[in-house]
């Protein structure tokens, strides 16, 4: 089970770190995940994080802005968000990645129930 949490109201140019915690302690095997939703659309990639922490990838929108970590000893996975704008706002979701470096949804699963991230211009 994933659980998200660290999300909230936020001015443009703020900064979230947003964590993910695992309650089984195979977290360390998986590689992860951050998605995000915004209302009335679909489901979008954020970053991916190898298991070891040693590789991660972005979508182009959070590239240089997003961090993607993990403490493997604590079975947590973080999103660290800078310079955050109006059009990152959504829910936004960890999940188990099942193909390393994928962007698509359905190759990720064990989806936690989601954080609010709000951002106000």
């Known amino acids: 089970q994933l659980v998200e949490s660290g999300g909230g109201l936020v001015q443009a140019g703020g900064s979230l770190t947003l964590s993910c915690a695992a309650s089984e302690r195979t977290f360390g095997r998986y590689d992860m995940g951050w998605f995000r939703q915004a209302p009335g659309k679909e489901r979008e990639f954020v970053a991916g994080?190898?298991?070891?922490?040693?590789?991660?990838y972005y979508a182009e929108p959070v590239k240089d802005r997003f961090t993607i970590s993990r403490d493997n000893a604590k079975d947590t996975l973080y999103l660290r968000m800078n310079s955050l704008k109006p059009e990152d706002t959504a829910i936004y979701y960890c999940a188990i990645c099942r193909v390393w470096n994928s962007n698509s949804a359905a190759d990720f699963d064990s989806w936690g129930q989601g954080t609010q991230v709000t951002v106000s211009s």
């Open positions: 994080i190898l298991w070891t922490g040693a590789k991660t």
